[in-house]
């Protein structure tokens, strides 16, 4: 199994390779001398289906698509088939050809593409792993009970909800 991990900000700590049947403890994560330490107690269930975060301890996992580095391109060359399509400028075969490779290589990727195991609270991701049939996709009431803490003045939160003023003149 591939662990894609995430510290309690949800910003990337690194990859590692984990053996479910040896259960590793501790481990090095990949490219860094920084070592993590893996709690794995009632982590699997019977059927050895992960059933909670290994790294934070959080029970509640969404399942979700693992799509390959190249769908951004093929997502781009079909908006642009489509405007050449909504501009009358694919009349030609070859642009048909192209439009019609481009629709297959989406669709191949929506098929082989693999289900990873998400963490709420972390986001740190699961691959390569059986996944056991009650774990859902993403839920937006689960995921806001495991939000992160908002800091004040640190780049990229929110701010506190300020009540709507009107100016008057």
Do not use: N
Request: aromatic share 8%; net charge positive.
């Amino acid at each position: 199994m591939r662990i894609e991990l995430r510290d309690a900000e949800r910003r990337k700590i690194g990859r590692i390779e984990v053996d479910p049947v040896r259960r590793p403890t501790r481990v090095h994560v990949d490219g860094t001398g920084r070592e993590v330490f893996l709690d794995w107690d009632t982590a699997l269930d019977d059927a050895r289906h992960l059933r909670r975060c290994i790294f934070c301890g959080c029970r509640d996992l969404f399942r979700t698509k693992a799509f390959p580095q190249v769908t951004g391109f093929v997502v781009v060359l079909a908006f642009a088939g489509a405007a050449i399509g909504a501009l009358g400028l694919a009349t030609t075969p070859p642009i048909l050809i192209a439009m019609l490779l481009v629709f297959v290589a989406d669709v191949a990727i929506l098929l082989v593409s693999k289900q990873r195991l998400v963490c709420h609270r972390c986001r740190t991701s699961y691959h390569d792993l059986p996944i056991a049939r009650y774990h859902r996709r993403w839920d937006r009431a689960v995921a806001e009970r495991h939000a992160p803490p908002v800091v004040p003045g640190h780049k990229g939160t929110r701010g506190p909800r300020l009540p709507w003023k009107r100016s008057v003149a």
